[in-house]
């Protein structure tokens, strides 16, 4: 195990603390909390209300990661492309794609085949319905917000509260499917299939394949190693809340077939979002405070093996989570993101663990200090491209009276020193 007092000293000697404000980063004296001092923070856009959830890809093949984020009381979502290293601790270049009223979620997809990045959202509230927001023919037009379109998925219309979309390959046949989820009344797990034209929305075919109460995570992972991808989701409510995953039947004539609920754990949990450790084990959020972290066994149709967490104080309940070395000493820590962390409670913190992925004995280290109520999904890159991972983030505060509207789209520095 790790000296745990000498990794504190190391992180605090290296730590700047900065605070968002609107117009930009500012340097901030911030003090030290019980477990170091913030990383600093540099602004991606602030400029809406409820981002809620970043997710990746790399749109102008310029192999740096580019964000899509859904701003649900805003009402939008937008694309923001990395602007290189020098330049990514100011607000990203940023296009708005369309008008999305209570989105929930985002993703990257080139749905058309076109070699064009397109982006799919998912809305709930009164909205209930899946847009595809299709990316401009020229490719130098991809941050005129004029030159997007946005349509209805006619399939999902009115259909359910949507909360989640994972393009996948999903029968062999024509393009990139949808996977995709939803929460409340009505609620289901299911695909898209997609018509051999995909741009002919009103093509597009609905395949529910499992109940679902409210489902927070969807990942694909040929978890029985058959050759095609089966799905893993995190549902937080409902008779199959618990992390479970869906086998898949096989491409072709085998998708007649029932697509299998098989539990993983976390049952008697509120489970949140989850992250794949070598596309193996699983490691996922739960509320209130406990990370769980679930041992892929060799039989994977049996139960597997869970090890819990309890996230330090003073934090809010846990919401997001990811794996990664922090600092550099070839040992996988974890990253993870709470809700809740009003007061001096911290938002977003890291574990330095042992070496094992299933100790019981983790070291905090402190990301956000007290600035921030809500976060989200976070992800894990090295954004200024100095050799370490940073923390990639968004976070969503209601829109209540006299509340401001959120930090929005941001990363953390890493100020781990270069060995």
């Known amino acids: 195990m790790r000296d745990a007092p000498t990794a504190a000293k190391r992180l605090l000697a290296g730590a700047v603390a900065i605070v968002l404000i609107h117009a930009g980063p500012f340097l901030h004296a911030a003090e030290p909390g019980p477990h170091g001092r913030p990383w600093a923070i540099h602004a991606i856009d602030d400029s809406s209300r409820g981002a809620d959830g970043v997710r990746l890809a790399d749109v102008n093949g310029d192999r740096r990661p580019d964000i899509t984020t859904g701003w649900e009381e805003g009402g939008i979502t937008r694309v ?12 990203w270049p940023a296009v708005t794609v369309g008008t999305t009223p209570s989105v929930e979620d ?16 998912c809305c709930e509230g009164g909205t209930r319905t899946m847009f595809v927001h ?3 023919k020229n490719k130098a037009d991809y941050l005129e917000p004029e030159a997007w379109t946005t349509e209805p998925i006619p399939a999902s219309a009115g259909a359910m509260q949507w909360m989640f979309c994972l393009p996948m390959q999903v029968d062999g046949r024509h393009g990139i499917d949808l996977i995709a989820a939803a929460k409340g009344s009505g609620a289901a797990i299911g695909w898209f299939e997609s018509p051999e034209d995909p741009r002919k929305l009103d093509g597009w075919k609905w395949h529910p394949v499992s109940p679902a109460g409210w489902i927070m995570s969807l990942q694909a992972i040929d978890l029985d190693a058959d050759g095609d991808l089966d799905v ?19 491409p072709g004539k085998a998708q007649a077939g029932p697509w299998q609920n098989r539990f993983i754990g976390g049952r008697d949990h509120e489970v949140m979002f989850m992250t794949a450790i070598n596309s193996a084990d699983l490691l996922v959020a739960t509320k209130p405070k406990t990370l769980l972290l679930f041992h892929r066994p060799d039989d994977i149709r049996t139960a597997w093996k869970p090890s819990a967490v309890t996230l330090p104080e003073p934090t809010g309940t846990g919401k997001g989570v990811a794996v990664g070395d922090i600092d550099r000493d070839g040992r996988w820590d974890v990253v993870f993101s709470c809700e809740g962390a009003t007061g001096e409670k911290s938002g977003l913190m890291w574990l330095a663990g042992d070496g094992s ?26 954004v200024d491209t100095d050799g370490d991972l940073d923390v990639l983030a968004c976070e969503e505060s209601e829109p209540k009276a006299g509340r401001r509207r959120g930090l929005g789209v941001f990363w953390y520095e890493n100020p781990t020193p270069r060995p």
């Open 80 to 91: 923001y492309l990395h602007p290189g290293p020098d330049a990514a601790g100011e607000p």
């Open 106 to 121: 985002a993703v990257f997809v080139d749905l058309d085949a076109d070699g064009r990045t397109d982006v799919v959202t």
């Open 134 to 136: 299709w990316a401009p």
């Open 232 to 250: 893993v989701t995190t549902d937080r409510r409902g008779p199959l809340r618990g992390c479970r995953w869906l086998e898949n039947p096989g």
């Open 357 to 382: 992925p299933f100790s019981d004995r983790w070291t905090p280290h402190e990301i956000s200090g007290p600035t921030g109520i809500k976060f989200d999904r976070l992800e894990l890159l090295d």
